[in-house]
């Protein structure tokens, strides 16, 4: 059974899988295009504004220039590491996004196309795997620069990337013991008749916010970088395309945690009142998946937002608040999501 | 001790409390603000297309200027070279020959004047101090050059031109 692959869903895939890569790929692109119209906007500039009308070609621009820029290998940094390190994160970045449910079925040529290139059944360990392999990106590029500043990055990274993997991880066990599965597409199925799982969850959900934050090297967690200290953290050695992937996995990185968000707590791609609508099957589909697009927009508006308003931690505070109060707190919402679980069941 | 202005605030050292341990409600306030300013006005300025007014009593580069009748009114006296503070102006004196009474006013004149307009601080003291009116600052700003030489203005950048025509007025400064 498991042998019979036909050829057409091997098409059906590649085809998916090209259109996600494209989509998440043209995403980051314009988060960058975003972030600094934003930040211009929030600190009452006007941001780029010269390629292009508004500066809409400003990502081409910046991705041409890292292109054509000088390619530097430190004398001294291990070679094959060094190019390996931004191979990895770019790969985990983009390997995410392979479990995530973007939309349901789709009805084409009298056949049922789902819009989830695989729905595997322990689809969130997947993620959590995969995205903790990003961590190995960080280390072995900054290791391999031989650069006090990169491997003080580096550690800073790995510390901060495991600390708020447990919290993150912890409530999440409160979400899936409500929800009773580890596939993405069930929790997505369960919350389009039910209400989405931010009502049971809050407290669960603000750890995951703020956890997805520091997995994703962002302000107020951006230790790994901090420009102001480490010069660039784990990519100061990094020039050209190499710097290029790295700073384009994090936007990557930062579009896809907004989907998991979205599909773990805000319906994913439900949305009111779509069980009322009378339309084809097809359209709904299509309006679910514009609908999921709506809710990542918002949140990585609120990324950036985040950004341009608070400052980065210090690392005692950042490992302080990590361990001594959102595992804590994680571990009492788990309590309580149990506890009342067992109450209502009874 | 006493403060010079008495605006300065003494920091708070006390602990944090519960409330601003944690940090969201602070972190929500912060927001607000951020939201606000995404709907200011912009403060900048589309520079090569729109420029920025200038004060009235904005100080650019110099000029060296002449008197009524197109002669130079600088007489290389020095003070103007006394009083910059960044020391950045440089001369070197000539006598005035006879037959060049319509070129220079006075007996004496600079036959070189340089200002080194990377030194300058345009602070406009040259102007406030020469005798002879001959220094001004006008509204212009030095452009951009590839090399520092280039920064160093000679007479003929900064002499204002030498009127074509014996009714056309020269134009001073106010
Ligand atoms: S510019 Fe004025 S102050 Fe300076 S040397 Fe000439 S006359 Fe004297
Ligand atoms: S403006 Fe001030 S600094 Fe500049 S040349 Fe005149 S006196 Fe010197």
Redesign the pocket.
């Known amino acids: 059974m498991l042998l019979e692959i036909s050829a057409f869903l091997v098409l059906e895939k590649l085809i998916l899988v090209a259109i996600i890569l494209g989509i998440s790929l043209f995403i980051a692109m314009y988060s960058t295009y975003a972030e600094r119209k934003l930040a211009a906007f929030i600190q009452d500039r006007r941001g780029p504004n010269r390629a292009g009308i508004f500066g809409i070609l400003q990502p081409l621009a910046d991705g041409g220039k890292l292109f054509f820029k000088e390619e530097i290998i430190p004398e001294y940094a291990n070679k094959f590491l060094f190019i390996l390190g931004p191979a990895i994160f770019m790969i985990t970045a983009c390997m995410t996004s392979a479990v995530i449910p973007w939309g349901s079925t789709l009805h084409i040529f009298g056949k049922d196309i789902s819009l989830q290139v695989a729905d595997v059944n322990i689809g969130i360990l997947y993620i959590f795997g995969v995205v903790s392999l990003g961590v190995y990106g960080i280390m072995v590029g900054g290791w391999a620069s031989n650069n006090k500043y990169s491997l003080l990055g580096t550690i800073r990274a790995a510390s901060q990337i495991i600390s708020y993997e447990l919290a993150m991880g912890l409530s999440l066990i409160a979400l899936l013991m409500i929800t009773g599965s580890l596939s993405l597409k069930d929790i997505v199925e369960q919350q389009s008749h039910g209400v989405w799982y931010i009502v049971y969850q809050p407290i669960g959900f603000l750890i995951f916010l703020v956890c997805a934050f520091a997995e994703c090297n962002r302000t107020p967690f951006d230790l790994a970088e901090c420009d102001s200290e480490l010069v660039m953290g784990f990519h100061t050695e990094y020039s050209s395309m190499k710097l290029g992937f790295y700073l384009f996995a994090e936007y990557i990185n930062m579009f896809i945690s907004s989907a998991v968000m979205v599909t773990l707590y805000f319906g994913g791609y439900n949305f009111p009142g779509m069980h009322s609508l009378h339309v084809s099957p097809n359209t709904l589909t299509i309006l679910g998946v514009i609908a999921f697009f709506v809710k990542i927009f918002i949140f990585l508006f609120f990324f950036i937002w985040v950004r341009w308003t608070v400052p980065r931690f210090r690392y005692d505070q950042l490992m302080k608040l990590g361990w001594k109060m959102l595992i804590p707190l994680a571990i009492l919402n788990l309590l309580i999501t149990g506890a009342l679980m067992l109450y209502l069941h009874h | 001790m006493e403060s010079l202005t008495n605006r300065s605030k003494p920091v708070d050292r006390r602990p944090m409390n519960l409330w601003e341990k944690i940090y969201l409600p602070a972190v929500i306030k912060g927001l607000g603000i951020t939201l606000k300013h995404l709907f200011k006005k912009k403060a900048t300025y589309n520079f090569p297309e729109q420029t920025r007014p200038f004060s009235p009593v904005f ?1 650019g580069l ?1 000029i060296l200027n002449r008197d009524e009748e197109g002669r130079e009114r600088c007489t290389a006296c020095g003070l ?1 070279a006394v ?4 020391e ?2 440089t001369m070197e004196a000539a006598e005035r020959k006879p037959g060049e009474e319509h070129l220079y006013r006075e007996e004496k004149y600079a036959a070189r004047y340089e ?1 080194n307009m990377l ?9 406030e101090t020469c005798p002879k009116d001959a220094i001004y ?1 006008t509204e212009t700003f030095a452009p951009a050059n590839y090399q520092r030489k280039g920064f160093i203005y000679g007479k003929e950048d900064l002499l204002i031109p030498f009127p074509e025509k014996e009714n056309q007025p020269v134009t001073e400064k106010p």
Request: proline content about 5%; hydrophobic content about 45%.
């Open positions: 100080r110099h103007c009083a910059c503070p960044a950045a102006i200002i030194r300058c601080i345009f602070c406009g003291f040259c102007e600052l």
